[in-house]
Structures are given as C-alpha cells and as structure tokens.
C-alpha cells in the first residue's frame, strides 16, 4: 500500500505563489505517473498536472497551463506543485494521485490507483 500526504497549501492573495509537496511512502515512487487534482467546492473534481515517472514528460490543464510547474525528486519520494500567478479560480482542495500502471500520462481521475488526503488552496482577490 503506499500512502501519499500532501503539503504547502494555504491562503494567499491573488497574484501570489505557493508550492504544494506530496510525499509517497514505500521504494516503488520512481515506477509511479503521478499527477495533481483539484476540486472546489460544489464542483466536480478536475485534473490540474501530470509527470512521467522519470520526470521529463509533464501535461497541464489548459486552466493551468503557464503559470504551474509540477516536477519530481525521485530520490525524496515527493512530486511538487508550483502555484504562480494564482487566481480567485484556483480555490480548491488539492490532492496529489499515483497511478502504477500505466506508463503513459492520464488525465483520468478513475485510472490513478492511489490518492492523499488533500490540501486546501484558498486564492482571495
């Protein structure tokens, strides 16, 4: 089983950054597409960012695309998220997500095996 902890959120005002952390547990992070989730309230969950296992391949989500970075330390076991020129619109809860099957990136929430607890971004204007 691996467990994935989330980390970084907070609230800031627009315009501003901040870094999510998702820690995995065990020695299998490195065989793992991990990818980035958000959902705001009353709304449905979205994806956000998606990594290769080794790194060199990311996706975005349109809504996100040029102000977020996700990358990947596979010696630490953690994927990052970070969060630039944030908007009123990027207020969700923030949940990192591995899938250990498949080698191709997914935007699929149902295809990611694993899943943190979440971490709660709050973007006022």
């Known amino acids: 089983q691996v467990q994935l902890v989330e980390s970084g959120g907070g609230s800031v005002q627009a315009g501003g950054s901040l870094r999510l952390s998702c820690v995995a547990s065990g020695r299998s992070f490195s065989s793992f597409t991990m990818g980035w989730f958000r959902q705001a309230p009353g709304k449905e969950r979205e994806f956000v960012a998606t990594i290769s296992r080794s790194g060199d391949i990311t996706y975005y989500a349109d809504s996100v695309k040029g102000r977020f970075t996700i990358s990947r330390d596979n010696d630490e076991n953690t994927v990052y998220l970070q969060m630039n020129s944030l908007k009123p619109e990027d207020t969700a809860v923030y949940y990192c997500?591995?899938?250990?099957?498949?080698?191709?990136?997914?935007?699929?929430?149902?295809?990611?095996?694993?899943w943190g607890q979440g971490t709660q971004v709050t973007v006022s204007s």
């Open positions: 997500a591995a899938d250990r099957t498949r080698r191709a990136l997914t935007t699929l929430g149902y295809e990611y095996d694993y």
